[in-house]
């Protein structure tokens, strides 16, 4: 199935009353579970890249391991930049075949953000790609972007209709009392305000800061607009565990492919599960209307207990 933005998986996410996962993926073994787990749940899903990850491997080495684990792909799949504050970066992105991004202004005077965004999406929409953009502040640790709970702040739904209008969005990530990285208490969700804001911008929302939220939490703010749901944090945890644990558990091996194998099996499994708690599993569809099916992939996809 051909690479796709997130525009149109998105919509009907929306409309269908599910959302699509979407990972921030670290290297090629984690992009390739992440499409091999969508495959396996016959799901849409969103390979999701930090810019720090981006920066670490390079434009053209990460778009070249999506191009070629996309292409075997019968579901539909789309990269996308996270948070990123630099709108020439986001322009290099772009020309290097990312089929979303997102613009991330919400540090700057609210015209400024409002300005930066327009550009991105002028550019990102001549090529095909589609745009995210961020009102009110996250609290927490993303991507190297530290908001002190202190300065986080919830967006205003009429600032958010004023931001949204004319500009063309494809999905809005309002601050809406989730955090990134960790949680440390009991997350206080402004569920008024993420429903305002989803029925009077009419756009699909982003829920950011998913790990650790409740399957409950999960489910109210998919069914408030949320058709897409960040998972960061969760995926780290679940690359360095497998390789610890593999590592402990077979002292005497040096065998890196069954450490990468280790990992691969732990994150298609993590996410996987995500996929089908967000209501995705099972959407994706072949162009002739029949449900596409799994094919496999570089390694083995096994589901565990629970999944």
């Known amino acids: 199935m051909p690479i796709q933005n997130m525009t149109q998986m998105l919509k009907d996410a929306r409309d269908g009353g599910y959302a699509v996962g979407a990972f921030n993926v670290v290297d090629?073994?984690?992009?390739?579970?992440?499409?091999?787990?969508?495959?396996?749940?016959?799901?849409?899903?969103?390979?999701?890249?930090?810019?720090?990850?981006?920066?670490?491997?390079?434009?053209?080495?990460?778009?070249?391991?999506?191009?070629?684990?996309?292409?075997?792909?019968?579901?539909?799949?789309?990269?996308?930049?996270?948070?990123?504050?630099?709108?020439?970066f986001v322009g290099r992105c772009i020309d290097a075949g990312w089929?979303?991004?997102?613009?991330?202004?919400?540090?700057?005077?609210?015209?400024?953000?409002?300005?930066?965004?327009?550009?991105?999406?002028?550019?990102?929409?001549?090529?095909?790609?589609s745009v995210e953009a961020e009102l009110g502040r996250i609290v927490g640790v993303e991507d190297d972007i530290a908001v002190p709970g202190d300065e986080a702040h919830l967006a205003d739904p009429d600032e958010a209709v004023a931001f949204c209008e004319g500009l063309g969005l494809d999905c809005f990530a309002p601050a809406i009392g989730t955090a990134h990285g960790v949680y440390k208490g009991e997350p206080r969700i402004a569920y008024d305000r993420l429903e305002e804001i989803a029925t009077r911008t009419g756009?699909?929302?982003?829920?950011h800061g998913g790990t650790g939220l409740s399957d409950e939490v999960f489910a109210k703010c998919i069914a408030l607009g949320c058709a897409k749901v960040n998972i960061s944090t969760q995926l780290k945890h679940a690359f360095i565990d497998a390789f610890l644990e593999?590592?402990?558990?077979?002292?005497?091996?040096?065998?890196?492919?069954?450490?990468?194998?280790?990992?691969?099996?732990?994150?298609?499994?993590?996410?996987?599960?995500?996929?089908?708690?967000?209501?995705?599993?099972?959407r994706a569809r072949a162009r002739d209307g029949e449900a596409v099916g799994?094919?496999?992939?570089?390694?083995?996809?096994?589901?565990?207990?629970?999944r």
């Open 28 to 88: 090629y073994t984690s992009m390739r579970a992440v499409v091999d787990a969508a495959v396996e749940c016959t799901a849409p899903v969103i390979v999701q890249t930090s810019v720090k990850t981006v920066k670490l491997w390079g434009e053209a080495a990460m778009i070249s391991w999506f191009r070629t684990i996309a292409a075997d792909a019968p579901v539909p799949v789309a990269i996308h930049l996270d948070h990123c504050r630099d709108v020439a």
């Open 99 to 129: 089929t979303s991004v997102m613009f991330d202004g919400s540090q700057l005077p609210y015209d400024e953000n409002l300005a930066a965004t327009r550009s991105c999406v002028e550019r990102a929409h001549a090529a095909g790609a």
């Open 203 to 207: 756009l699909p929302l982003a829920l």
């Open 246 to 282: 593999h590592t402990n558990t077979h002292t005497d091996e040096y065998n890196p492919l069954k450490q990468l194998a280790a990992q691969h099996e732990r994150i298609a499994a993590e996410m996987g599960a995500k996929i089908e708690l967000f209501g995705s599993a099972g």
């Open 294 to 306: 799994a094919t496999g992939g570089a390694y083995p996809v096994r589901r565990t207990e629970g």
